[in-house]
């Protein structure tokens, strides 16, 4: 064009995009500035990052394969695909990522993780085992599934139980698995009853305490709260940080009390704790 | 107690008026600016017919008016814009309407702004509603009614208050409608200031008491209406060039508001205003090409070169398949200021602003006259004389003439026998007219009380 | 007025002598199960049994709905899921899906006439038959929720970011078959039809993906059916409260997150022109009539009867137009807190 | 039997184009030409409600239509219009409604044009009568009558034919109710394209038998419609970076008019135009601020870039405070084509151009695409596939999406997450597709005939 | 000025002054083709007719006072003033002259028949009565003033009301005049509607329908066509034909219908009554 126009026009007088001031711009993930400043500066970590955030399969195929040339598989899992997840996290926590993004980037990154692994060649070392499972009689199973997810994606081997678990099973996993926590999701008044069960009949066979989180749609912080064990999980990514919290020896009645702080930021259910 | 009057030009030079800029700009309410380096669109709609029937319903009307317009304003994303409401007889003879019209348009901008950050500003525009013959100008009730109009408008929420007034409209009309150059410029030149100075000093004090600026006043019933009567180019109710000298009259007489406190912006239908503005550096309003709705003026490009505020005028309130007319109009006005400002941010705002004013030049010799530089050498005759009123407007058509005439003989300016004969014999006429403004007013008292019915001299105090 | 008429009457946009207290949500709850003889899950499949668990609350507590049937599981069903019945406190859910990809989906135009649909256009015969003065409500599972049935959820939740051509392909599909359903069912004689489409909701897509992708489906859905329409979305939907009030439906059905107040106000707000055939028009976005909102999770299932008639009274307030429970009453509510709602109307 | 196809864009670099030039100019009778150094004015006025009702009142309306509009031109001065009637139903439906009031028009035009020498241009714009679901788009009744009320307008002095066909529009109607890209795809770019071959061979070939241009045909019916329901900025039926594409894809598709023969000036509302101005170098017809009457677009300005006709839309015929509507409407555009011409006949014109399509250019990710560096980009894409019409119009689309991306990247458009999300999917959608032109016709043919009850596939051939 | 215009511009393609163009040469009024064959031949009448085309006011008076000396008053009047108004019409209708001619001959036109009324002694029969008034609230009154002037200089007697007219008033004006026409003017949306008002009062009062005329800025045929004996006026000087047609005994339906040839032209907003 004849006139050269970005470098001079304020735009501001001569239009504004209010579909825009009202809703805010669409910026590109890697732009928020809560995802700025944890982004892995060098490549190839960025690059694996970048892949995940996109939740672009192909894209992490590639950059791990590229990273593995020259990086240590620990590294390229800790240092790049990690970062990109704890991106996500963070984009999903403030509402700018929804589910389908959040599923797509656990996708991505478990690629990476994957293919790391298989170089690594013996079995990576896991952080620890965490058994799930949703309630017996609940069908609602997304929210459990993000958790493991999650969990997987740092490091934990996971023993995914499904959805509409009777309690039985529960309780002979965890006496197989010896895990160092138990996730429990339920979403109705109606399944939810089944966790204080679960409690009783892991109490009874006197198995050393796993720690014990839930969460979902009608179960609230105070009913989890009312039997022993019971940790109130508010959101999905919160399980890896009370996992970390177990594995660095926290206990259930800890967790209660600290969860804010082992999470890492408010959390409206636990604003009596801050 | 006599009043401020200007000598001095506000700018050194035409090149310095530009559309978005002037000397002193003005702040309103809502984050709004004029003449701070953006040309802000403005829009006016006039109530439904019918929706006078009731306080109710004109409020209802009236706020349906500015929802509309700030809709679309956000809808098409103009950073600001101003709504006037010109008053319909009810709000100013009743000022509880005036209040309370002000007060619902004045809570749907302030909604506006706060949900969208848009800037917007609210004029109100009293109507005239005295009558020379039913009592005169001066402390009727009438007269009372506009001044605790003006008041409830600015108590409620009106960001700056401008009238149309009528001072000296008897004389003007008889004159007008004859030819009569000399009556015209009795009626706007020296009556009309009279009245303007009345009129102004009050509406100034009552704005001061509040977060309210008064605006200005234009010479819509002198200028105008012989601008009106003129017509399109095969028009021939008046000259052109007559029209053109009664417009540089005029000038000297819309002056007087500002002298009285008036800050800007001034009233759009002045077309005068490029004058007023090279004298005294207050932002103005100005319509043209988005005026259509209207008027059938013959510079619709060449009112925009200095306006502050881009506006329409005062069209049917109802739907064109584009939507409710506050939002079309508002678009009009709003996409034309939007290209000035292009122009300004992107530093060709003087190219755009002589590209409007040579569109229209020489078109018609009130093009001649208001194109800028020669607005700027009225504007100088005007100040020559600026303590007298009588010979301001004076010296200010006689300037106008040797503009057109000029233009003519440059041949710029091609002009009918007709247009040429009125203009050589308005001039004679105005050079033979007295040197001394007493003896101008006694002679004209002579005249006129006896021929024109309506005519209260007492009204301006004669 | 009778309860027919009442509801209707709200649904018509005309003036109720009272705020009707109705349910458009499931009403099977296991006190009425017992009494009358209608118990899950025998009530899901058998049409006289159906009829009358669709009609115990009004019998047993005065409630102005008849609503069949219990659960979301009866199109996938017929579709080819493999369902679990659950039992007399447990509403059957889907164990596996009928397919593995979207490209996959096919549903035989005949599947009207598989599974448990027969049952339900019979028990809808009935209903209008034998009792012409309750409004016959029917559910049905709405084309977004039904995918994620015929192909699990989270892999079309996926694909919407993937394959975006291949969901609305799907989408288009099940809501042909949504809406043949639905057809039936008014033949059948029913005066309402509820979508519920929970899994629309802003907790699984995000609400521009609700209106870009699903709203156009259900506005072509309501286009095609002759009935009054209610559209019940759980969950937070606040978010999407004025697309959902712009699809069509003579009334929308909320949870208890959702303000209803708030909800109106919000309905009042959204596109405020928008060009109609050519010619610009200023729209006051769709207002339609709100259902809800008494707790099902919290009041109507552990709380008291003052606790309900509480929570009543504040929907009444705010405005709700049908006083309803927010969503499907929990199986163990006990009848005493049904009763309580009626009664809270006063 | 083939037609030309374009393989290569008109001009060498986007700074070639500019308002009132074009690179195959135009000419009418008396004496107007189009795209030749000058921007002309255009008006269109919607005959009054109930002037149907007889044969007489329609010619007596058109015959005023054309008298206001002529008079006005005259008023203000201006040197050239061309007036634009689009038929009713009658118009089209009755051939001889059409040439009567064509006859009627032609009779003012030519009287104005002797009397004063002003230069003016009829156009008469025929209706699409023809329904899918009554027996197709092609040899019924309907469709007969369009030839033969072509041919009455040429014969009775028409200085042009347009149209605004609706081919593959069931189609396109259930893609942008549902936001389905593909089937937006398939409806404008293959069957509008099919349907346009059909119908503008024909409609050239009566046009050469007489004085009279073929002039062409916008895809109103398509691209303008997605345009009306994405709205204004807050609206969000359909997602305005949605709409951009669909304005790509319709551009490959008007284009196939000027291959059957027209020579333009293209009608005003094809918002396409500037990308078809591109590609074959015709004169084109534009709308922008000056079609508020109509609609609420949000690139009033941009829309003049490389106008060589300037255009209102069809507003009510009726008065308003400044006249009737056509004198008004004409004052707005002849007003906007001054200023053209001044900037043109300064040398300033490529500077206002420039303002023009900055001033919109970001506003809108519409005015994106349309920005004629843009939109030349988008020409490039559909001349490089310009022997298939599906190829092309899916190119179009993707540099649009490539366009759009590229502006958002480099932080010049901003855009929503709504915005950017559905361009995402769409492109994404769009890239998906089959690289030959009978795959994607035999997938949409599997889906669209049973799912769309209006669709009638013989009509395309198909 | 910063561009340089009169050196480039070719200002054709930008205005052209059809006046200008259009424009012959300017001949006398009397030289006209049409006044010409309706001049009176003789004098003192031919004068008389001159000073009234002139719109000469002092040479009317000098006209008139030379001709009363030998010609009868009514004659005066009737001979030569009235025929040099007709011709004055002829011009104006044509073009040829406008407002300020019209009004300078109207005034020379008093000048001359005040002096004849008086020599008359008792009054001169008037051809009628017409009340003129602006609508409550209106201060525009151009266009009354116009259609009164047109009036008077015709034979009419008017009762001119002024502007802003209370409707009582105009209604009991038109009680006691008795006029065959009353005409109204506004030029506001918010003024007009007064027309209907009066109308219905008129109606109430049961008085013999005078016809209605109106116009102004705002008001539109429709409207005036809305309530009874509403006439809608186009042109001022269509007021006379009008109230010829009223004194010949049109009634206002009659006035509707026949509009264009009652004032014996095209008149555009009456082009389907043609
Ligand atoms: C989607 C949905 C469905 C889908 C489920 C699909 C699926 N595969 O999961 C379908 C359609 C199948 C469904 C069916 C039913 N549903 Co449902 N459904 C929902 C809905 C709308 C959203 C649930 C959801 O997936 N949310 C998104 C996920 C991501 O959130 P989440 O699971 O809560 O997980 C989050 C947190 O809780 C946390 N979290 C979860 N677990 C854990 C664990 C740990 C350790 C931690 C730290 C965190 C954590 O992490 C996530 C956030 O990051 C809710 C409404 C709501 N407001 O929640 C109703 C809801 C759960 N459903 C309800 C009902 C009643 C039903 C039905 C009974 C309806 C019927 N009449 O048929 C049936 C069940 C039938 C049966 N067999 O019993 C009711 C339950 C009410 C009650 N009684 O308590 C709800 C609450 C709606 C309401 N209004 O009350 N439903
Ligand atoms: C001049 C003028 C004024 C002058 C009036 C001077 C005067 N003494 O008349 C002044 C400045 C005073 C004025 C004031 C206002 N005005 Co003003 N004014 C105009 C203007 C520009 C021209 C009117 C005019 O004189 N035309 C020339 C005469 C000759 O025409 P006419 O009266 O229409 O008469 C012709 C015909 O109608 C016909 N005719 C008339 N009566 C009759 C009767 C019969 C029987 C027949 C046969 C024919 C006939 O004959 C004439 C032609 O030959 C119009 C614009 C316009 N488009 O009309 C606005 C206009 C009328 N004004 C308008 C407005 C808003 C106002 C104000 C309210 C502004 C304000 N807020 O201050 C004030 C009024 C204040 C109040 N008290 O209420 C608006 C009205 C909008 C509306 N609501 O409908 C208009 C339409 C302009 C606009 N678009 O905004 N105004
Ligand atoms: S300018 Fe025109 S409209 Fe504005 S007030 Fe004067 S006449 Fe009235
Ligand atoms: S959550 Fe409630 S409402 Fe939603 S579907 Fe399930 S039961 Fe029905
Ligand atoms: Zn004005
Ligand atoms: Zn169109
Ligand atoms: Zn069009």
Not at chain 2, 168 to 178: A, E, F, H, I, T
Not at chain 2, 231 to 239: A, I, N, Q, T, V
Request: glycine share 8%.
């Amino acid at each position: 064009m004849t006139l050269d126009w970005e470098s001079r026009e304020n735009t501001d007088f001569v239009y504004r995009r209010y579909n825009v001031i009202v809703e805010g711009p669409a910026i590109k993930p890697e732009d928020d500035k809560d995802v700025k400043k944890n982004m892995p500066p060098k490549e190839p970590f960025r690059e694996l990052a970048l892949a995940v955030i996109h939740g672009d399969s192909d894209r992490a195929r590639e950059a791990t394969k590229t990273a593995l040339a020259s990086t240590p598989p620990l590294d390229v899992i800790e240092k790049g695909l990690s970062k990109g997840m704890d991106a996500v996290s963070a984009l999903y926590a403030k509402g700018a990522y929804f589910l389908p993004d959040v599923m797509l980037s656990a996708d991505a990154m478990m690629v990476g993780m994957n293919m790391a692994d298989a170089k690594l060649g013996k079995a990576r070392e896991k952080k620890g085992t965490v058994v799930s499972f949703v309630a017996e009689g609940d069908p609602h199973d997304i929210g459990k599934n993000l958790v493991v997810m999650f969990l997987r994606s740092n490091g934990y081997e996971v023993v995914d139980l499904g959805r509409d678990v009777p309690n039985a099973d529960v309780v002979s996993a965890v006496k197989k698995a010896k895990p160092v926590m138990l996730t429990g999701t339920a979403l109705m008044t109606t399944t939810m009853t089944n966790f204080h069960h679960v409690s009783d009949m892991l109490k009874k066979e006197g198995i050393s305490l796993p720690i014990f989180g839930c969460g979902g749609g009608a179960v609230k912080r105070d009913f989890v709260e009312s039997y022993d064990m019971g940790v109130y999980g508010v959101k999905a990514f919160h399980a890896t940080k009370l996992a970390d919290a177990a594995v660095a020896g926290k206990t259930w009645k800890d967790m209660r009390k600290e969860y804010p702080k082992i999470v890492g930021e408010f959390v409206g259910e636990y604003a009596d704790r801050l | 107690m006599g009043i401020f009057r200007y000598t001095k030009l506000a700018y050194r030079e035409p090149d310095e008026m530009l559309f978005g800029h002037a000397k002193f700009p003005v702040s309103a309410h809502w984050g709004l600016q004029f003449g701070a380096g953006y040309v802000v669109p403005e829009v006016k709609v006039a109530p439904e017919a019918g929706s006078e029937r009731s306080k109710e319903v004109m409020v209802k009307e009236c706020e349906s008016i500015a929802e509309q317009a700030a809709g679309r304003a956000v809808d098409i994303g103009l950073p600001a814009f101003l709504l006037e409401q010109e008053h319909v007889y009810q709000q100013t003879h009743f000022p509880d309407w005036g209040g309370a019209c002000t007060r619902a348009q004045a809570d749907v901008l302030e909604r506006f702004h706060n949900e969208y950050g848009i800037k917007c500003g609210l004029r109100q525009t009293v109507g005239d509603t005295r009558l020379e013959e039913r009592g005169g100008l001066r402390g009727t009730d009438y007269d009372n009614e506009i001044a605790e109009s003006i008041e409830q408008c600015a108590k409620n929420g009106a960001s700056d208050i401008a009238a149309e007034t009528m001072g000296g409209k008897s004389v003007l009309d008889y004159g007008s409608m004859r030819g009569d150059i000399r009556a015209i410029l009795f009626g706007i030149g020296v009556l009309g200031s009279i009245d303007m100075e009345y009129f102004w000093k009050r509406a100034v004090r009552i704005c001061s008491h509040y977060n309210c600026n008064p605006a200005g006043d234009t010479n819509c019933s002198g200028a105008n209406s012989v601008m009106y009567i003129a017509g399109g180019l095969l028009g021939k109710d008046f000259s052109h060039t007559g029209a053109a000298l009664a417009r540089a009259i005029s000038a000297a007489r819309s002056l007087v508001a500002v002298e009285c406190g008036a800050t800007g912006p001034l009233k759009d239908c002045g077309y005068e205003n490029t004058i007023v503005k090279a004298i005294c550096g207050v932002p103005i309003a100005q319509e043209g090409k988005n005026a259509v709705c209207a008027h059938a003026d013959v510079m619709g490009n060449l009112t925009c070169q200095v306006a502050d505020v881009w506006s329409n005028e005062s069209v049917f309130h109802r739907e064109e398949m584009g939507g409710p007319t506050p939002g079309v109009w508002l678009q009009a006005t709003g996409y034309e200021a939007a290209l000035m400002n292009t122009a300004i941010q992107t530093g060709n705002a003087k190219i755009l602003r002589d590209l409007y004013t040579l569109t229209d030049k020489y078109r018609d010799p009130q093009g001649t006259l208001l194109a800028y530089d020669n607005a700027f050498r009225v504007a100088g005759a005007i100040v020559e004389y600026g303590k007298d009123p009588y010979l301001r407007a004076r010296a200010a058509a006689l300037e106008c003439s040797k503009v057109i005439t000029e233009a003519y003989d440059a041949k710029k300016l091609m002009l009918t026998r007709f247009e040429l004969d009125s203009l050589n014999k308005y001039t004679s006429v105005l050079e033979g007219l007295p040197m001394e403004s007493e003896r101008f007013i006694d002679e004209c008292m002579k005249e006129y009380p006896k021929r024109i019915p309506t005519f209260d001299p007492k009204s301006y105090g004669l | 007025m009778n309860p027919r008429e009442r509801v209707l009457s709200v649904l018509n946009n005309e003036t109720p002598d009272k705020v009707p207290v109705t349910c458009f949500t499931q009403v099977g709850i296991v006190e009425a199960m017992e009494k009358l003889d209608c118990a899950w899950p025998e009530a899901h499949s058998d049409p006289t049994k159906m009829v009358k668990l669709g009609t115990s609350l009004n019998k047993l507590a005065g409630l102005e709905s008849a609503r069949i049937p219990f659960c979301l599981t009866v199109e996938a069903e017929a579709i080819g899921c493999r369902v679990e019945m659950g039992r007399i406190d447990r509403q059957p859910s889907v164990r596996q899906a009928a397919f593995q990809s979207a490209g996959e989906v096919n549903i035989p135009s005949d599947f009207v006439e598989k599974g448990r649909i027969p049952a339900v256009l019979e028990a809808t015969r009935m209903l209008k038959k034998n009792f012409p003065e309750l409004p016959a409500i029917v559910g049905i599972t709405g084309p977004f929720t039904l995918s994620g049935h015929l192909i699990e959820i989270e892999r079309l939740v996926k694909l919407m970011r993937l394959k975006p051509m291949e969901v609305e392909d799907l989408l288009d599909k099940v809501t042909d078959a949504c809406t043949a359903y639905a057809q039936e069912i008014v033949k059948a004689g029913a005066d309402v039809i509820v979508v519920n489409d929970p899994s629309a909701a802003p907790e699984l897509i995000d609400p521009l993906s609700f209106k870009s992708t699903i709203k156009p489906r259900l506005k072509f859905f309501t286009q095609g059916i002759k009935a009054k329409k209610v559209l019940h979305i759980c969950g937070g939907a606040t978010p999407i409260i004025s697309d959902m009030a712009d699809c069509g439906f003579e009334a929308i059905s909320v949870e208890d997150k959702v303000d209803i107040a708030k909800a109106k106000e919000l309905m009042k707000g959204g596109a405020r022109s928008m060009f109609v055939a050519g010619r610009m028009t200023t729209t006051q976005a769709r207002i339609v009539k709100i259902a809800g909102n008494v707790s099902t999770a919290k009041t109507l299932f552990t709380g008291k009867p003052e606790e309900v008639r509480d929570e009543a009274k504040k929907a009444l307030q705010a405005g709700t137009d049908l006083l309803a429970p927010a969503c499907g009453i929990a199986p163990r509510s006990p009848l005493a807190n049904i009763k309580a709602l009626v009664e809270a109307r006063g």
